[in-house]
């Protein structure tokens, strides 16, 4: 009887230890799913915030469009960044001629938006060698080139050719006594024209 009571103790003993154990190993099982689980989170979170800090600086990045013509070899128009210059222009048109004339061509010159940059070849006597070879005089420019000034369209070129049939232009700067070009807008035009 006894060797009965003491197998049905230790029959109960066993129980008891198998399902402590068991509980345990439960236990232990969730505290390293847990880890896991956090050194994943932390891995996503940190791809998450490089990849959005990427995404960012991407939206930080403003483009511009380019007109480059004359003596490059793939003229056209290119997009570039903002603060680019004359040269990046260059260098995505596929370089210059061997005939291109650059005497007075500002190559470190930043760009603007809807610039036209026309290349000359040697001995083309044109207003381009100038120095400020690039610019529009707003005193004597057609209606088209006006308009191939950033923000100028029609409406603008009309103003600009009525205004100066009144009264030439004395400074860039009075351009801004046209209808609708304020300061804002003279910023983005005035390293493109001239009046004289």
């Known amino acids: 009887m006894n060797n009965r009571l003491?197998?049905?103790g230790l029959v109960v003993?066993?129980?008891i230890?198998?399902?402590v154990m068991a509980a345990v190993g439960i236990k232990l099982s969730d505290k390293d799913e847990e880890i896991v689980f956090a050194g994943n989170e932390n891995l996503e979170g940190e791809n998450h915030e490089t990849q959005e800090s990427q995404d960012t600086k991407e939206e930080h990045i403003s483009h511009m469009y380019?007109?480059?013509d004359g003596e490059v070899?793939?003229?056209g128009v290119y997009q570039l960044k903002d603060g680019d210059r004359v040269n990046d222009a260059i260098i995505m048109a596929g370089g210059l001629t061997d005939s291109a004339f650059t005497k007075n061509l500002n190559k470190a010159r930043k760009l603007t938006d809807g610039e036209k940059i026309y290349i000359p070849k040697e001995g083309e006597e044109s207003e381009v060698l100038s120095e400020d070879s690039n610019l529009i005089n707003i005193n004597t420019a057609s209606?088209?080139?006006?308009m191939s000034l950033p923000g100028i369209?029609?409406?603008?070129?009309?103003?600009i050719i009525d205004y100066r049939n009144k009264k030439p232009?004395?400074?860039?700067?009075?351009?801004?006594n046209i209808e609708g070009i304020g300061e804002k807008k003279f910023e983005k035009l005035k390293d493109l024209i001239k009046v004289n």
């Open 6 to 8: 003491y197998r049905k």
């Open 13 to 15: 003993v066993l129980i």
């Open 17 to 19: 230890a198998l399902l």
């Open 66 to 68: 380019v007109d480059i």
């Open 73 to 75: 070899k793939n003229p």
């Open 143 to 146: 209606a088209n080139d006006l």
């Open 153 to 159: 369209g029609e409406v603008y070129a009309q103003r």
């Open 169 to 176: 232009f004395d400074s860039i700067e009075e351009i801004k």
